[in-house]
Nanobody, 125 residues
């Protein structure tokens, strides 16, 4: 069974940091584009960050650029999202997703085939 499992969410004060992890099982995603999305209450799911299958190319939403960093460790079949200088508006459920094989750093949500169950991030002011 193919699974993506996120971890690392939690409650943090504004200005703090969290590191999210997304561990894949059931198959390797080392050749897939990977992404992080988030969904806040009452809002649509939005792209946060993406990384190409080789790992050298990344893409960020304007709202997180300079604060968040996406990375991947293909040997561990894991993708990370380092989140610094967190703001209350970063509060959301964060999802990782696997996209096209040999893919680039950003796609619409409907082009990611596998999704995790999400991890909650709450940033208090």
């Amino acid at each position: 069974q193919v699974q993506l499992v996120e971890s690392g969410g939690g409650l943090v004060q504004a200005g703090g940091s969290l590191r999210l992890s997304c561990a894949a099982s059931g198959r390797t995603f080392s050749t897939n584009a990977m992404g992080w999305f988030r969904q806040a209450p009452g809002k649509e799911r939005e792209f946060v960050a993406g990384i190409a299958w080789r790992g050298g190319s990344t893409n960020y939403a304007d709202s997180v650029r300079g604060r968040f960093t996406i990375s991947r460790d293909n040997a561990k079949n894991t993708v990370y999202l380092q989140m610094n200088s967190l703001k209350p508006e970063d509060t959301a459920v964060y999802y990782c997703a696997a996209g096209p094989r040999y893919g680039g750093n950003r796609y619409p949500a409907n082009e990611y085939d596998y999704w995790g169950q999400g991890t909650q991030v709450i940033v208090s002011s």
